[in-house]
């Protein structure tokens, strides 16, 4: 009987090295396979907040409502950085107290926040509108320069204002889309021009 107890406490001792070596070994493996945070940028990349169903409602220094936007998955860097992912619906209201302007509605995939830049940028299948000056800006990238308040994409770009289609790569816009410069179009335009009075 002395013997077997040997045999089981050589056999329980064998099982428990080889279950603390294994547990080592793992534990190596994975320290090795995790991403190593020594660099103080890598951890301003950390998500710091991730939420589904996102709606945000911004409002100017009185109040009022500004902007609406919605998505369907927003995550947050340490640094202050936010990516939206999924079904972006965005309203940016113009109601100033000397002018009512209707709404820019924007739609796209993907919307990007790089608080150190102040930019924003949207992404996949991007399009504007202002059903109020019947105009629709359709382009796979749009960029916002807080800053500066400019609009900007360097890639190709269809503007529809009432019944011309305007065409070409790269654009530079005012805010509320009032003035704009296609960098480069092409196609031809036909212009209606008023006769011009003479005294």
């Known amino acids: 009987m002395f013997e077997c107890n040997d045999q089981k406490s050589f056999f329980a001792n064998f099982v428990y090295r080889s279950n603390y070596l294994i547990v080592r070994l793992c534990l190596s493996v994975i320290a090795l396979s995790a991403p190593a945070y020594a660099d103080n940028d890598l951890l301003d990349e950390v998500p710091l907040l991730e939420t589904i169903q ?10 009022r409502l500004q902007v609406t936007v919605k998505a369907y998955e927003m995550c947050q860097s340490q640094n202050g950085n936010v990516t939206l992912t999924d079904d972006i619906k965005i309203v940016v209201l113009n109601n ?31 399009l504007v509108t202002v059903p109020e000056k ?51 179009p092409n196609g031809t335009v036909e212009i209606d021009q008023a006769p011009i009075l003479k005294d």
């Open 54 to 63: 996102f709606e945000l409602l911004g409002t100017d220094c009185s109040g």
């Open 96 to 126: 100033k107290v000397d002018q009512e302007e209707g709404p820019i509605y924007v739609q796209a995939n993907k919307l990007l926040y790089n608080k150190e830049q102040s930019l924003c940028i949207v992404t996949g299948n991007v």
């Open 134 to 184: 019947q105009l629709t800006i359709r382009t796979e990238q749009l960029s916002y320069d807080m800053k500066q308040e400019i609009i900007f994409t360097d890639l190709p770009i269809v503007i529809a204002h009432k019944s011309h289609e305007l065409k070409g790569i790269g654009l530079r816009a005012t805010r509320n889309l009032t003035q704009y410069t296609i960098t480069t």
